[in-house]
């Protein structure tokens, strides 16, 4: 089955620490993306990265940080410098061949306290 | 910045009926539009979209129309059923540095009355 996982689905960190959410994708695609999801808003971009060993800031880029070293892995790293972590956050890919269907994962439920 | 708006926030329907979810958005080079339906739990998933060459789009009980000149698109979902129930979001995506960007709306929260 062809797809995108992300994990865990449920998340809990104390406040200071940092913490890595998982994405793979074994669909092979080139684009891939975060976004952050918070009750009553829309998904808010944090990173992309369209080729491996690349990747470009979103909207809401500060206290985040992400890695692309392979075409299947796209983990975010939720550093202790983001002031409210508290989130639902998606990761998406698509094929990147220009604008089109983003496919994203189940989510992963965060909850710094 | 760029932004989407999408109205309504909440839209309550007799099944059967008709709703229509309406969004517009700020960036002109703007050139795909998709509308994604997110159950609860669960990731967003695409249910229609259109480019930017194209007025209007049908997929059986749902449809999506789009007005350039205007920058407004919207959803259509005829013949509702309480599985419709959702939240739905609208998008509009641009060339933006190292791609494409998408921009999403802040999503509407769909109720289907049996």
């Known amino acids: 089955d062809g797809g995108i996982t992300q994990s865990p689905k449920y998340l809990f960190r104390k406040e200071g620490q940092n913490v890595t959410l998982s994405c793979e994708q074994n669909?092979?695609?080139?684009?891939m993306y975060w976004y952050r999801q918070d009750p009553g808003q829309g998904l808010r971009l944090i990173y992309y990265?369209?080729?491996?060993?690349?990747?470009q800031k979103g909207d809401i880029a500060e206290g985040y940080s992400v890695s692309r070293e392979k075409k299947e892995s796209f983990p975010l790293t939720v550093t202790s410098a983001q002031k409210n972590p508290t989130a639902f956050y998606l990761c998406?890919?698509?094929?990147?061949?220009?604008?089109?269907?983003?496919?994203f994962g189940p989510g992963t439920r965060l909850t710094v306290t | 910045g760029e932004n989407v708006e999408q109205h309504p926030s909440t839209l309550s329907v007799q099944e059967g009926d008709s709703a229509v979810i309406k969004c517009t958005y700020s960036?002109?080079?703007?050139?795909?539009f998709p509308w994604y339906k997110q159950e609860l739990g669960k990731g967003p998933q695409l249910i229609i979209d259109?480019?930017?060459?194209?007025g209007e789009k049908k997929d059986q009980r749902i449809a999506v129309t789009l007005n350039k000149t205007a920058k407004h698109f919207s959803l259509h979902i005829t013949e509702t059923q309480p599985e419709d129930s959702a939240v739905y979001f609208c998008a509009a995506t641009a060339p933006h540095t190292g791609g494409f960007k998408t921009i999403f709306g802040a999503g509407t929260r769909l109720f289907v009355k049996a």
């Open positions: 259109i480019r930017s060459n194209v």
């Open positions: 669909l092979n695609h080139d684009a």
């Open positions: 990265s369209q080729i491996v060993n690349d990747f």
């Open positions: 998406a890919s698509s094929e990147g061949r220009g604008p089109g269907e983003q496919y």
């Open positions: 960036d002109s080079a703007s050139n795909y």
